[in-house]
């Protein structure tokens, strides 16, 4: 990558993109769980709906996080 020193993809992920996704992704867990209790007990597919979010969510955050840190990590490297 050209704005990379090292031409990985991790490094040109800017911190402040990362942490734009990690709000939209806290921000979706609280979507799915909010459908899950007020409409999973009248509906299958709204229940299900609310698992898939959440699961995709949780997956999100954590590889985000990983994301981050390693992010943090090569920049402290760097300085």
Not at 45 to 69: H, K, M, R
């Amino acid at each position: 990558m050209a704005g990379c020193p090292d031409g990985t993809t991790i490094g040109a992920i800017s911190i402040r993109r990362i942490l734009y996704w990690l709000a939209a992704m806290v921000a979706l867990l609280i979507a799915g769980t909010a459908i899950g209790l007020i409409w999973a007990d009248t509906s299958d597919v709204a229940g299900s709906f609310a698992g898939v979010t959440n699961i995709i969510s949780v997956v999100g955050i954590v590889v985000l996080l990983i994301l981050l840190t390693l992010n943090l990590r090569r920049r402290g490297r760097m300085s």
